[in-house]
């Protein structure tokens, strides 16, 4: 079924009986050429490139749970690719690029929202740093701006400019940055694939590979053996486990990372804006409600739940940077895994084994990359290639010293 306006207006004059599912619910094959484990944003946009830049006609995609259960459907939505090293920028430039034709591509309105992000800076040395990161935005084809204290006040007159314990200074922005609907990206990948044959199997963990020979031959899943050409792995916090599986240590250590909502409010914040001395970043749904994050809860855990101090620890970053938020009531919080790599930076590469390829490392940032991450991953799929924009996030890039430490912050999760 195509979605359009008039296929709308037609089943509301019809009493809306001629929808039909987005996607089938088949039962596994025996074998498929492709096996994308993970049914996450990045798993379905995996299958989806497979099949139609690809021409993959047989591919699956297995998932544990449910299309959207995972971080895909749990993150706080925002999109940008204002990153400083070369070999992130341009990935992530890509993605942005595949989101700006991504509802077309799609045929599925999932509300990408260019509203633009702003980074507020709040002493000089922030200022060079973002300085030189808007330059080397705008050299691989970005766009940055970058605005002084009186254009962020124009912006956002509600901010605490005048007694603030850290002083605004200004801001970088990136207009083209914003927002897509999380579960709605999940869903439009999924349909996508699923019209061009992918088979979307949900409720079919996968809980081991038979590899014999140093080649991947299938995975075993709660559902059965499946015989597979190639499998690549997309399972974001589960990574380390699913990995282990197949005798890999990654290195990547899965952490807890909330989310929250406030109630209903009216528009206050046209944008996205992250604060500069704290972290805590925020935008508003079409709904009204605040949706805002900040740290990772910094332990270890594969418990898709957070824990108090941080919610405390984000509420003080709210605070001291709009303190009107301490008015509005907290609707809702939830916690996803992330696989928090040691460089900050992810991984698209093979693995080891022949035919097992590996998609991983996104800690907190993995929804911009849905895109490019699905294409670059296909492209290795079925190729065995790394695309153009993804060759640095090699699983061996810590034993060559060729670490993507986006943040110059070092090797701890913790501090990212
Ligand atoms: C609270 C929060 C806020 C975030 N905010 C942002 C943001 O604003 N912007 C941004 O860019 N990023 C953000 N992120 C990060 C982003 O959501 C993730 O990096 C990204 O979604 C991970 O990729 P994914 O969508 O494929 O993951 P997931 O949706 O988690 O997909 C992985 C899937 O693998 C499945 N799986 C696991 N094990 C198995 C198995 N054994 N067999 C089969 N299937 C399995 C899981 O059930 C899951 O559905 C945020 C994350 C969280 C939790």
Same mark, same amino acid.
């Given at each position: 079924m195509k979605f359009s306006g008039w296929r709308v207006f037609r089943e509301a004059l019809t009493g809306h009986q001629g929808w039909t599912a987005n996607w089938r619910n088949p039962d596994p094959k025996p074998a498929y050429d492709i096996i994308v484990v993970g049914g996450g944003g990045h798993g379905l946009a995996t299958a989806f490139y497979l099949a139609?830049? +690809?021409?993959? $006609?047989s591919v699956a995609v297995l998932e544990k749970g449910w299309i959207g259960g995972g971080n895909v459907g749990r993150n706080t939505t925002i999109i940008r690719s204002n990153y400083l090293l070369d070999g992130n920028e341009p990935f992530y430039e890509f993605s942005m690029k595949l989101w700006e034709g991504l509802e077309q591509d799609l045929n599925?309105?999932?509300?990408?929202?260019?509203r633009g992000i702003l980074n507020l800076f709040h002493t000089d040395a922030q200022r060079d740093a973002y300085t030189r990161r808007g330059n080397a935005m705008l050299l691989f084809g970005a766009d940055a701006e970058l605005l002084d204290r009186e254009q962020v006040r124009a912006m956002?007159?509600?901010?605490? +400019?005048?007694? $603030?314990r850290f002083p605004i200074k200004g801001g970088l922005l990136q207009r083209r940055g914003g927002t897509a609907r999380h579960d709605a990206v999940a869903w439009g990948y999924a349909r996508g694939a699923d019209m061009r044959g992918v088979d979307i199997i949900q409720n079919c963990g996968v809980t081991g590979f038979r590899i014999e020979n140093g080649k991947v031959l299938g995975v075993e899943t709660t559902r059965g053996y499946i015989g597979a050409k190639k499998v690549g792995v997309a399972?974001?916090?589960?990574s380390s486990r699913v990995m282990a599986a197949a005798g890999m240590r990654l290195p990547i250590e899965s952490h807890v990372l909330q989310a929250f909502v406030s109630e209903g409010l009216k528009p206050v914040i046209d944008g996205v804006m992250t604060f500069g001395a704290g972290h805590f970043y925020v935008s508003q749904s079409d709904k009204g409600g605040l949706v805002f994050g900040g740290d990772i809860d910094g332990y270890n855990s594969y418990a898709q739940r957070g824990n108090l101090p941080v919610i405390e620890d984000v509420a003080e970053g709210g605070m001291a940077l709009m303190p009107m938020i301490g008015r509005a009531r907290l609707l809702r919080t939830w916690g996803g895994i992330m696989d928090m790599s040691m460089d900050g930076s992810p991984f698209i590469d093979r693995t080891g084994v022949e035919g097992l390829y590996f998609n991983g490392g996104w800690c907190y940032g993995g929804f911009k990359a849905t895109p490019a991450s699905g294409f670059c991953f296909a492209h290795l799929l079925a190729t065995d290639r790394p695309h153009d924009t993804a060759t640095a996030y090699r699983l061996d890039r810590f034993r060559r010293g060729a670490?993507?430490?986006?943040?110059?912050?070092?090797?701890?999760p913790n501090l990212h």
């Open positions: 139609k830049e +690809f021409k993959q $006609a599925y309105n999932a509300m990408v929202s260019q956002y007159p509600f901010l605490n +400019f005048d007694h $603030a399972v974001a916090g589960n670490m993507i430490d986006e943040k110059g912050q070092g090797a701890q």
